[in-house]
């Protein structure tokens, strides 16, 4: 069974930094191309960040390049966000999720939980 379990969020300033946590169960994570993936209040999911099996590789939402960095840690089976300057509107849930291309965003994973709560605010 699949599981993903993400820390690692808070409240933070603008300008603020923090770094999201991911750890994976359940399948060959290294078989794998991960994602972050974010819900704002009132919003619907969206990618923000994918990293491919072997992490050399990475993509990122333009709102967030140079800001996060995603990285991965296979023989932990661990998926990182560090996350420098934030600000307002980075405000959100953050999932972790594995990557599938094509598609929507929300069917990247059959049960998105608690994700980990990211607030930027004075």
């Known amino acids: 069974q699949v599981q993903l379990v993400e820390s690692g969020g808070d409240l933070v300033g603008p300008g603020g930094s923090l770094r999201l946590t991911c750890a994976a169960s359940?399948?060959?994570?290294?078989?794998?191309?991960m994602s972050w993936v974010r819900q704002a209040p009132g919003e619907g999911l969206e990618w923000v960040s994918i990293?491919?099996?072997?992490?050399?590789?990475?993509r990122y939402k333009d709102s967030v390049k140079g800001r996060f960095t995603i990285s991965r840690d296979n023989a932990k089976k661990m998926l990182y966000l560090q996350m420098d300057d934030l600000r307002a509107e980075d405000t959100a849930v953050y999932y972790c999720?594995?990557?599938?291309?094509?598609?929507?965003?929300?069917?990247?994973?059959?049960?998105w939980g608690q994700g980990t709560q990211v607030t930027v605010a004075a």
């Open positions: 990293i491919n099996a072997l992490g050399g590789l990475t």
């Open positions: 359940g399948f060959t994570f290294d078989n794998f191309a």
């Open positions: 999720a594995k990557y599938q291309s094509g598609g929507r965003v929300a069917e990247w994973r059959d049960d």
